[in-house]
């Protein structure tokens, strides 16, 4: 007999192929879902007669395969409480020789810069900012979305980019993404249709980011970094150089905002050149010391596209994000975007548009702030305290802080740290192969990475291992 499915409240697959007869074959087939744990001990089965109707099978036959499983003890069947699988110990598919679970490969404790602290993702809040939003959406926010992005959450954006970040935009103009790694993706292609081979990137960034554009055909040209964030007047140096990858809020990693002169000066460039400037603002919100440094684009919305991110402020398992597009480039990033790049679904944006329009997405952010503010003074406060002669820079902004090491010493640490069961990352790590930047020792400390309980004790092991 062919293969056919039974329903048991959920769909269970149940092969009766294989000689003896149907009766034989159906006992087989259930002992099997229940000795692998396919069908879980309590759980109730379906009636005789109508297993026998989905499976297109005589009664009798249903009951004698219930019957048999009964005696064998894998079944039992009660007055009242119908034919359950019995409670004993199954083993689960693949138990003996599985992976250890997630929890235990996790360090002890994580100091490594790239994620918010997603202990607080507001869960009550985004759930019923989804349930007011999806109650209330027309029937065609069901069907196949925007690949643009929704409108809802578009003009959501659009309001708050002018009012929390300076952008100078409207909704036409913005295009969500699934992260700003897609965004990238898709300017990258972009770009490249262009006839641009060159984009300038900051000598100190993720290498995830350098090998997203050099997928899309372009070659990174890295800029010095110091203090003052990237040293854009280099990019009048590269005149093959049509396009440049910048961090101008809180320099990733190093933590530097982009000195206003700088600012002016790669405006200018992009200006007089025709070039293009993409501003990753990923964590543009968390700004400690000193209102917010306003967004780039607002400088110049014909040669800035502004990419920002929901996965610091929120999560990054969301995977949203937005980018702001100068008017010339809007139609051909939609083209691009359609031709099969749609990423989001339209319901979390939905949920994140209500979130916005709500005041529930700067509530978050409010709390964050403050949050990841009490966790940096800390830290700065016990290195002071304990570890007076490391300088920790880049905090005036962001989730993580950098620590100048003395040189030679940044691989023994690491290696260390990662002994006594803390993950942290060197600078190195983020250092682009080809950069010019003279390089320091130094450790990345991602201080909005653990959950509140656990900040204590990483913070605890970081000084253990400092020299
Ligand atoms: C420098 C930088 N840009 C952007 C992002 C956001 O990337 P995504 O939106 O793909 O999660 C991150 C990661 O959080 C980042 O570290």
Redesign the pocket.
């Known amino acids: 007999m062919a293969e056919s499915w039974a329903t048991f409240g959920r769909d269970l697959h149940l092969d009766l192929t294989g000689s003896g007869g149907v009766r034989a074959a159906l006992t087989r087939a259930l002992r099997e879902a229940v000795r692998t744990g396919r069908l879980a001990p309590g759980t109730r089965l379906p009636s005789s007669r109508s297993l026998a109707a989905d499976l297109a099978l005589a009664r009798n036959t249903v009951a004698d395969a219930y019957g048999d499983l009964v005696a064998e003890g894998w079944l039992t069947a009660r007055q009242g409480s119908g034919t359950r699988v019995a409670h004993r110990t199954v083993p689960r598919p693949g138990a003996v020789r599985a992976a250890p679970p997630e929890q235990d490969r996790r360090p002890a404790h994580d100091l490594r810069?790239?994620?918010a602290d997603v202990s607080a993702f507001p869960r009550s809040a985004w759930l019923a900012a989804g349930r007011r939003a999806i109650s209330t959406a027309p029937n065609d926010a069901f069907g196949y979305p925007d690949p643009c992005g929704h409108p809802a959450l578009r003009a959501a954006l659009a309001d708050y980019l002018a009012r929390a970040r300076g952008v100078r935009t409207d909704p036409a103009r913005i295009v969500v993404c699934a992260?700003?790694?897609q965004g990238l993706a898709v300017l990258g292609r972009v770009l490249r249709a262009r006839g641009v081979r060159e984009l300038g990137v900051e000598s100190y960034?993720?290498w995830l980011?350098r090998d997203v554009l050099r997928r899309a055909g372009l070659r990174t040209v890295p800029l010095t970094v110091d203090g003052h964030g990237a040293r854009t007047e280099e990019l009048a140096g590269h005149r093959g150089v049509r396009a440049a990858l910048l961090?101008p809020a809180h320099q990733?990693p190093t933590g530097a905002s982009l000195h206003p002169d700088r600012r002016a000066a790669v405006v200018d460039w992009a200006s007089r050149t025709g070039a293009l400037i993409l501003e990753?603002d990923?964590d543009g919100e968390f700004r400690y010391d000193r209102q917010p440094v306003g967004a780039l684009q607002g400088l110049d919305p014909e040669h800035v596209v502004y990419f920002g991110?929901a996965?610091?402020s929120l999560a990054?398992a969301l995977r949203l994000?937005w980018m702001v597009l100068p008017g010339q480039l809007a139609a051909e990033v939609a083209e691009v975007k359609a031709a099969g790049e749609w990423g989001t679904g339209a319901l979390e944006q939905l949920t994140l548009a209500e979130f916005i329009v709500s005041g529930a997405y700067d509530r978050h952010v409010r709390a964050m702030r403050l949050r990841y503010r009490r966790r940096r003074d800390r830290l700065v406060a016990a290195l002071a305290d304990r570890a007076p002669h490391i300088r920790a820079t880049g905090i005036a902004a962001g989730l993580h802080a950098v620590l100048e090491l003395p040189p030679g010493t940044e691989q023994s640490i690491v290696q260390a740290a990662r002994w006594q069961g803390l993950a942290l990352d060197g600078l190195t790590r983020f250092r682009a192969p080809d950069a010019p930047t003279p390089h320091y020792d130094a450790l990345v400390i991602g201080y909005g990475t653990p959950p509140d309980h656990a900040f204590g004790s990483a913070l605890e092991a970081l000084l253990g291992v400092l020299p």
């Open positions: 810069v790239g994620t992260g700003f790694m960034g993720l980011h961090t990733y990753d990923y991110t996965s610091k990054p994000a």
